[in-house]
Structures are given as C-alpha cells and as structure tokens.
C-alpha cells in the first residue's frame, strides 16, 4: 500500500507534485520521492516523511512540466534503513528513459523476473512493471499504440494488485501513463485544471491542489496523456472489479471517495450496523483516534448512546503500517491520553477500525480502565482478520492475527474479547460490509480464500501454505 501522484501539462508541475505527497502521506511512512523531467532527470527520494525529505526549496522547485509522485509503504524487502532506501520509489530506467511508482503487490514477481534479462535494482515489485516494459519500448519510436501493445502484453502474465503510473521519454513531448489490474484492487482517479492533469491515489489529493475530479480509472486499463492535455485511454482487461475492502475500512482518508462511494458514509453506514446488529447498555461511545471516530459517528447516532472523547491522541503517526512490532509499541504508548473525568465509572463502548495483532487494543482497554471505566465492550468496523494479504497490505502472517490460535483454529469473539481484557466484543459481519460499500470487495484476508478472485484461489493458498512468522511468502 503507498501513495502515489503523477502529474502533467504545459508548465512546472514539482511544486504540486510536492503538496500532493501531503495529501497522500498517510498510506506510506517508510520513503517517500518525486522524479522530475525536462529532457534531464531530476530525482530524490530518501527514507522518512515528506517533510523529512523535502526540507529546501531545491527539492521541491524542480524544473519539468511532468513527474512523479510516491509515499511508500513496505510490503517487500526488509525493514533497516539501507533497505528504506533502497527501496525508495520513484525508480527508473536511462536506457530507454522510462520511471515508475507503483501501489499494490504483485505477488507472482519471480515468474515475471525471468521474462526479462535486465537485473532489478530494488527488491520492490515496481521492478516486475518497470523492467520487461523497458524491454518492449527499448530502441523504438515512442507512441501511443506502442505503449498500449507493450502494457497489454505484460498485464497477461501479472497476478496481483497494481495502480501504477510511468513516465516515458519520447523527445519534446514526455508521456505520463498509468496501468491498472483488472480487478481494481488498488484505487486511482484523475482529476485536471487549467491543462494540467494529475493521476493519483485518492481524491484528497485534488482538494489540497485545487484540481477538479474526473473520473476514477477502470480496472485493466491503460490511460496515457501528454503535455498538451492529449488523453488516450484503451481497457485492455475487463472484469468485475473487486475494490480492496481495507481500503474502505482503515488506508484511504475519510475525505476520499473510491468509484464515488465517499469514505467517511460508509465508515459511518458501518458503525450504525454494529449498533443495530450487537447493541450493548453501556454509558458512552468512545472512539479510538482517529481510526475509530466515523464508525463511533455512525454508532453513536443508531443507539443513541453519547459519543465523547475519552483518549487523547499526541501524535499523528499510524501505528499498523510502521515497520516494527516496536515502533507500532512506541506510537501507542507515547502517541495516547486518557480524560478521567470523562471515564470514571463509566461503561464503554470502545469503536476501531480493525484489530489485526491485538497489540494496540489491549493497551487501550487497559489504559481506559486505569482512568476508571468500569466495563469497556469494543466494537470493531472491519470483519475478523485471519489471513495474510498478499495484495498490497501488509499482513505478513496468518500468525500475527489475534483471531488464529496456536493451532490455526479460529477463535470466538468471547475468546479475544478474554485475551484483550474486554467484557464484549462483536465484529462487523463481510454481509455487512458488502452492504456498506454496495459492491462487490477483495476479502481474502477476512474470508481466506474465496474472498480473493477465483482464479487466484489456488495461488493464495500455495503462499498460505509456504508461511512461516514473519517472512512474507511471496518473496520466498
């Protein structure tokens, strides 16, 4: 999962590419980079944020009327900070001139590794796009239909999730196109003004830059545009697009809208489920922050119960993508406060998002009742976690989920509500939240393995098989 932004049109574009990482900073901690072209490449990309990275006018005043993007968020390569670097996207070719970010996972990256000579440079799967592309526009006149042939040919052999966008060198008039699987696991949108058009993860992007939206990107599709606004879009692949549901559920902002649903109504719609479908007699609906507020929203306002603030959050960091189980330790125990006044002999209902290691639950409820709440029942938005993601998310594996127990058995509710020192828990149902999406949702991990496509099924679960704690298995 990262962020990625690529933009295009008659005039200097580095200054928009720059405040549109902002905007995209959340779906990516580890790195973050921008590549400018004018004829020249003009590159940076560093490990940390955004701010870390761009901290003088040099990096971000860049001459070039196009460039690229991206917020990374690690789901390959190991985690010390050479291998941050390393990995720091955008990459790139010079021979032919040809740059790429990417967001997604292409989990079959060893099959694609051997239709190429050239050897990656990173261990990120931007190299399975980035490589046997080069191959086919390598020593040829740059066009359109050339682009569209040489994506074509290698959307056939992928297996995965990708949004990814390009830049390509074709002489005075440098394209910038994007590439979509066929499923749509991974969002991309396109918006414009005044002759400039921008290509990127979520629509936020467009309010921080004040660019109107267009349209989201179809699933399978090829679009390319050039610097005189020229749009040229072909879908190489059709099929019924399956939206990443933890998309919906925690990475994009409430802000955003995915294929127009906005982000915000159904992280509510879900919270006004929990209340209907597992009520509770309790005192107050606390959210965690910020995580949990729109499904404590859409709670509060279904069962009537007040919604207050009972934690305080100091930082604005997430914890579930840092690299470490010790980073993810340190944002919550630094990152949280509790009001005593306002949870002293109170019964709770705790609303989140998800709960995936248990690690960040339990120090809640137990930070909760250190400031006098009498009873904490927690109320999750997102179905039971109980299998890796290997499309972008990183889940590395089936062991890290609180819902598996040693034996690979699925716990009950009343067992991990015991385990996080909760007096209940209750789950959004995947009816649920089919429901609150109103389409259909990639849910391998909550619903392993007939909630990936069908054609994937039996690749999902020779990786499930392959895990082992803590390694990945498609990298193996």
């Not at 309010?207 to 399978?220: A, L």
């Not at 330790?329 to 006044?341: I, P």
Request: net charge positive; aromatic share 8%.
């Amino acid at each position: 999962m990262c962020g990625i932004v690529g933009i295009i049109g008659g005039k200097p574009v580095s200054r928009l590419i720059y405040h549109s990482l902002f905007s995209v900073q959340h779906r990516g901690q580890s790195s973050a980079g921008m590549i400018m072209y004018d004829g020249n490449i003009h590159v940076t990309k560093e490990p940390g944020l955004v701010r870390e990275i761009f901290d003088e006018e040099k990096k971000i005043d860049v001459p070039g009327n196009v460039g690229l993007g991206h917020t990374r968020y690690s789901t390959a390569g190991m985690d010390d900070i050479n291998s941050l670097k390393r990995n720091a996207q955008p990459e790139y070719l010079v021979n032919p001139f040809l740059a790429a970010v990417q967001n997604g996972n292409i989990f079959n990256s060893s099959d694609i590794d051997k239709m190429t000579k050239r050897k990656p440079r990173t261990d990120c799967d931007v190299q399975c796009l980035l490589l046997p592309l080069a191959d086919k526009l390598y020593k040829k006149e740059l066009s359109t239909d050339l682009i569209f042939e040489a994506c074509g040919a290698l959307m056939k052999h992928l297996k995965g999730s990708y949004s990814a966008l390009f830049l390509a060198d074709s002489g005075e008039n440098p394209y910038l196109f994007a590439m979509t699987d066929p499923y749509k696991i991974r969002p991309l949108v396109l918006g414009k003004s005044n002759g400039l058009y921008c290509l990127t993860s979520e629509t936020r992007v467009f309010k921080k830059i004040n660019f109107e939206y267009v349209k989201d990107i179809p699933g399978g599709s090829v679009v390319i545009i050039d610097t005189k606004g020229n749009i040229y879009e072909k879908q190489i692949i059709k099929k019924t697009e399956k939206p990443c549901m933890f998309e919906f559920v925690y990475f994009a902002k409430p802000d955003s809208r995915i294929n127009g649903k906005s982000v915000h109504n159904v992280r509510s719609d879900l919270g006004r489920l929990l209340a209907k479908n597992y009520p509770v007699k309790a005192d107050i609906v606390i959210p965690v922050p910020e995580s949990g507020r729109h499904y404590a929203t859409g709670y509060a306002m279904e069962s009537g119960i007040p919604l207050d603030e009972g934690i305080m959050k100091d930082k604005d960091e997430r914890s579930f993508i840092q690299q470490t189980q010790e980073s993810r330790d340190k944002v919550v125990e630094e990152g949280l406060s509790y009001l005593r006044s306002v949870l002293k002999d109170k019964c709770v209902v705790l609303i989140d998002d998800s709960i995936v290691r248990g690690t960040n639950i339990r120090k809640l409820i137990q930070g909760l009742k250190n400031a006098g709440a009498k009873e904490v029942h927690v109320r999750i938005g997102c179905p039971p976690l109980i299998a890796p993601c290997y499309l972008g998310i990183d889940m590395r594996s089936k062991k890290e989920f609180i819902a598996r127990d040693k034996k690979d058995d699925i716990k009950t509710w009343e067992q991990i509500a015991k385990e996080i020192g909760a007096e209940s828990l209750a789950y959004t149902t995947i009816e649920s939240l089919k429901k609150a999406i109103g389409s259909d949702i990639c849910s391998g991990c909550i619903n392993f393995p007939d909630g990936y496509p069908d054609e994937w099924k039996e690749d999902v679960k020779k990786l499930f098989k392959m895990d082992k704690k803590g390694f990945r298995a498609y990298e193996k």
